[in-house]
Structures are given as structure tokens and as C-alpha cells.
Nanobody, 132 residues
């Protein structure tokens, strides 16, 4: 069973930076697409960024140029570097993976957000608060 644990959340001022990390255990996720989602208070969970096994990435429009997703397959970890943070970036950030043999070595990352409700590995979330 895959276990994902996020860390790195916290309180930061507008314009500041945070780096989120996601540590995976229980299974080697190096061949699967992984991503970040977030949920703001009172809102639905939304896609933030994803990265496939070879490093191809895909971002939501509202984070392009500010956030960078990366992974270290040797350590089974995922990261999200967040710069130029805005109050609207506040929310709980979740790490997720699509641990399905159907999507091993997936080349195209863009379908990943559409599978949000079918992803079978989720972390518990880490809270990011951006003050104005």
C-alpha cells in the first residue's frame, strides 16, 4: 500500500516562498505520474501541477511561472517550489499519485488532472497560509 506524507507547509507573507515535499513509501513510484492538488476553505479541490516519470510537467494556469514541480526518483519524493505566493494560494496542499499499471510510463501529463477522482494514492495534506 502506498503511503504519501507531505511536509513544508506554513505561514508566509505575500510574495514569499515555500517548498513542499512529499515522501512516498510502500512502493516505488518512479514510473508513475505524481502531482499536487489544493483545497482552499469553502472551495473544491483543484489541480496545481503534475509530473510524469521522465520529468515532463504540467501546471494549472494560475501557478505558471511561480510554482515548479520536481521529483527525485532515487528518493521516491516529490516537491513543489512555490514562489511569489499570493493570498489566494492559501489552502491545504495534497500530494497524489496514479498508481495504476494502466498509466505506468505515461508520456502525456495533461490527462492527469481529469483523473483526480480516480487517483488511488493521496497524502494527508499540508496547510499553506499566505497572509496579505
Amino acid at each position: 500500500q502506498v503511503h504519501l506524507v507531505e511536509s513544508g507547509g506554513g505561514l508566509v507573507q505575500t510574495g514569499g516562498s515555500l517548498r513542499l515535499s512529499c515522501a512516498a513509501s510502500g512502493r516505488d513510484l518512479s514510473t508513475y505520474t505524481m502531482g499536487w492538488f489544493r483545497q482552499a476553505p469553502g472551495k473544491e479541490r483543484e489541480f496545481v501541477a503534475a509530473i510524469n516519470w521522465s520529468g515532463n510537467s504540467y501546471y494549472a494556469d494560475f501557478v505558471k511561472g511561480r510554482f515548479t514541480i520536481s521529483r527525485d526518483n532515487s528518493k521516491n519524493t516529490l516537491a513543489l517550489q512555490m514562489n511569489s505566493l499570493k493570498p489566494e494560494d492559501t489552502g491545504v496542499y495534497y500530494c497524489a499519485a496514479d498508481v495504476s499499471d494502466t498509466y505506468r510510463y505515461e508520456d502525456y501529463v495533461t490527462p492527469f488532472p481529469g483523473r483526480q477522482n480516480y487517483l488511488n494514492a493521496w497524502g494527508q495534506g499540508t496547510l499553506v497560509t499566505v497572509s496579505s
